[in-house]
């Protein structure tokens, strides 16, 4: 089992920045592929983006290439996604996953979920 917490979210103004959180616990967090996703009100859960140990590697949806950017340290087991230039249809439920795909966009093939963390940007 992976247990993952989210923070970071919050309010922000358009243009604005935040970065989010995940801290892992539990099995190997290195063995694993990192994500974010996100979910709008009324929306299904869309990838964001997803960062591979060894070798170094992140993939992105296109919406948010040059906006965000994942890193991960292994050794505080720590996922991190930092979102610069957000707008507001940035705004969603900000969601970090584990899995042994990589690299994947899709839900399924993610084993582990955190409980989300909001984000929200005001125009």
């Known amino acids: 089992q992976v247990q993952l917490v989210e923070s970071g979210g919050g309010l922000v103004q358009a243009g604005g920045s935040l970065r989010l959180s995940c801290v892992a616990s539990?099995?190997?967090?290195?063995?694993?592929?990192m994500g974010w996703f996100r979910q709008a009100p009324g929306k299904e859960r869309e990838f964001v983006a997803a960062?591979?140990?060894?070798?170094?590697?992140?993939y992105y949806t296109d919406s948010v290439k040059g906006r965000f950017t994942i890193s991960r340290d292994n050794a505080k087991n720590t996922v991190y996604l930092q979102m610069n230039s957000l707008k507001p249809e940035d705004t969603a439920v900000y969601y970090c996953?584990?899995?042994?795909?990589?690299?994947?966009?899709?839900?399924?093939?993610?084993?582990?979920w955190g409980q989300g963390t909001q984000v929200t940007v005001s125009s």
């Open positions: 539990g099995r190997t967090f290195s063995n694993y592929a």
């Open positions: 996953a584990a899995g042994r795909r990589y690299p994947t966009m899709v839900v399924a093939h993610y084993d582990y």
């Open positions: 960062i591979r140990w060894f070798p170094t590697s992140t």
